[in-house]
């Protein structure tokens, strides 16, 4: 029997399902997680219903859905969350009729996951929209790149399709940027009618305005600045704060009422402070790992996702309560991984400094009444760093 509460999470070791999984364990919902290993911070937690597991979403695209079908069928799934972005392959299985009629998946189109989740797609669309981006250099062949930019100045290449600072590379303009990019395309193996964008660098703090939106129309908003990040190259936080900012804000609704938004996503910006202008980076079309913030700060998304779905958009809009500005949040895992990363960069003043100035109200990763989920989520990152050697492991398939 189906039950329509029981709700599939995926991606389960890391910090973005386990908010979902916090999120909707709290407010009574069963959740059954799964990933590709046995190892993680869902699978370690006390609040999973039940486990399961899945073939690689990356390698094994067909299986990875007939394995999902099949945790449908054995637990009576009625809603999946996806966890990452094996989210847009569920969707296309859902098109092709592969998912099973009776189990919810509250995201957008296939169509409209493509473009967002095509980086160079998605700027010149934020640009056409008014949204402010960091300058594209325009140029066809690799030596085109070298031909049309500056030497003296700063650029960015980053590859369409990837996560988490991974497919992102800084170099001068000129020969510089043309040897980078030959590198970006051996290292990804990136095919030559999907080269990286180049904008040129700019400066300024990482700003993310998360939304819920329900076929078009706005549910919920939340705005957080990062602190720190993990790499010194950019990507995820591992600590952040919770503050307003309409002009982001302003804009992020632009973008996402263009699209006919359904379901979650985050919108990031850089924003100089010094001159007040922002730029347009990306979206990511699901669930972030900064989300246990806004679960902190008031605002629940997973479970406001869930009534939405289950009881309707204007019941998910009555459930929102006052959104808690000023709340810090920390990621305990990933601040190691940053200090290590500045070791590796000879900075070892800055990798040893205990105090950094802003005190956590909570962590992404610690939890008193869940404590296992920091060392399901050490393990894996443990076990994980020492099979690939990196700090930040590639999958084959994650950037192209």
């Keep these: 029997m189906r039950d329509e509460g029981t709700v599939l999470l995926t991606h389960g070791w890391c910090r973005s399902s386990y908010s979902a999984l916090r999120g909707l364990a709290c407010q009574g919902v069963k959740v059954v ?11 370690a937690s006390r609040l999973a219903h039940a486990r399961g597991r899945y073939r ?5 695209p067909d299986d990875f859905v007939t394995d999902i079908v099949a945790l449908c069928q054995r637990h009576g799934i009625g809603l999946i969350i996806p966890g990452h972005e094996e989210g847009e392959l569920l969707v296309q299985a859902r098109e092709a009729g592969r998912l099973p009629s009776d189990v919810a998946l509250p995201m957008t189109n296939s169509a409209t996951l493509a473009l967002v989740n095509d980086k160079d797609r998605m700027s010149r669309l934020a640009r056409d929209l008014g949204v402010a981006v960091a300058p594209i250099v325009e140029y066809g062949a690799l030596a085109e790149a070298g031909s049309v930019t500056d030497p003296e100045r700063w650029y960015v290449a980053r590859a369409r399709r990837s996560n988490s600072s991974k497919g992102v590379r800084f170099a001068r303009g000129g020969d510089a940027l043309v040897r980078e990019l030959d590198r970006m395309v051996t290292d990804f193996g990136l095919d030559t009618d999907r080269m990286p964008i180049v904008q040129e660098r700019v400066s300024g703090d990482g700003w993310g305005v998360s939304c ?3 076929h078009g129309r706005r549910v919920a908003t939340f705005t957080h600045r990062r602190l720190q990040e993990k790499v010194l190259t950019g990507g995820t936080s591992t600590l952040r704060v919770s503050a307003v900012n309409p002009a982001l804000e302003a804009d992020a609704h632009r973008l996402l009422e ?9 919108v990031e910006f850089k924003h100089d402070t010094e001159n007040g202008r922002h730029y347009f980076i990306e979206i990511n079309p699901r669930l972030w790992g900064s989300i246990g913030l806004s679960l902190s700060s008031g605002v629940n998304f997973p479970w406001l996702l ?4 289950t009881r309707g958009a204007e019941v998910a809009r009555a459930a929102l309560g006052p959104i808690r500005d000023g709340m810090v949040e920390r990621w305990l895992v990933g601040d190691v991984i940053r200090r290590l990363d500045l070791l590796r960069r000879g900075q070892l003043a800055g990798a040893l400094r205990l105090h950094d100035g802003a005190r956590a109200h909570a962590f992404d990763d610690f939890k008193l009444d869940d404590p296992l989920v920091l060392f399901g989520e050490a393990f894996y990152y443990l076990a994980k760093g020492l099979r690939t050697l990196s700090m930040n492991p590639l999958e084959a398939g994650m950037v192209r």
Excluded: F
């Excluded at 997680?33 to 699978?43: H, Y």
């Excluded at 263009?258 to 985050?266: F, I, Q, Y």
């Excluded at 869930?306 to 779905?309: K, N």
């Design 258 to 266: 263009a699209l006919n938004w359904h379901g979650l996503a985050m």
């Design 212 to 214: 819920l939106y329900w």
């Design 306 to 309: 869930y009534l939405a779905e």
């Design 33 to 43: 997680v799964a990933d590709t290993t046995r190892i993680g911070m869902c699978q």
């Design 56 to 60: 690689s979403p990356y390698g094994d």
